[in-house]
C-alpha cells in the first residue's frame, strides 16, 4: 500500500514470522514431554506439511520476497517436526514371535 512506508512493511513481515510460527512451539514441547502426540491426527500434519511445501515453490516461483519466503521456512520447519514426531511415537512395534514348542 502506498499509504504505509516499505520499512515498516518490512517490519510487520519479520514480526509476524514468530508471531505466527511460535503457535507450534508449546504442541512440540508437549508432545515430547508426554513421548507421544495424543490426538493429532496424522492427515492433518501431512497435509499442512505439503501444504507448506508447495507455498514455498509459489513463493520462490512467483513473489521472490526473502522474507515471505523465511516465513514459509519456518513454518515448514515446526510442521515438519510435528509430522517427525508423529512417526515417531506412533511407530508400530512389530508383532513378537509366537514360537510353538511341542512338548
Known amino acids: 500500500s502506498p499509504s504505509i512506508p516499505l520499512r515498516v512493511l518490512m517490519l510487520l513481515q519479520i514480526a509476524a ?5 511460535l503457535a507450534r512451539v508449546p ?3 508437549l508432545n ?3 513421548k507421544g ?3 493429532l491426527a496424522p492427515i ?3 497435509l499442512q506439511l505439503l501444504g507448506n511445501v508447495a507455498r514455498i515453490f509459489t513463493t520462490i516461483a512467483s513473489v521472490r520476497d526473502w522474507l515471505m519466503l523465511t516465513g514459509v521456512c519456518v513454518s515448514t520447519l515446526f510442521n515438519a517436526t510435528l509430522v517427525v514426531q508423529w512417526l515417531y511415537y506412533n511407530r508400530r512395534q512389530p508383532a513378537p514371535l509366537i514360537s510353538r514348542t511341542d512338548g
Do not use: A, K
Open 37 to 39: 502426540t495424543g490426538e
Open 44 to 46: 492433518t500434519l501431512g
Open 17 to 21: 514470522i514468530p508471531i505466527l510460527n
Open 27 to 29: 504442541q512440540i514441547m
Open 32 to 34: 515430547w514431554r508426554r
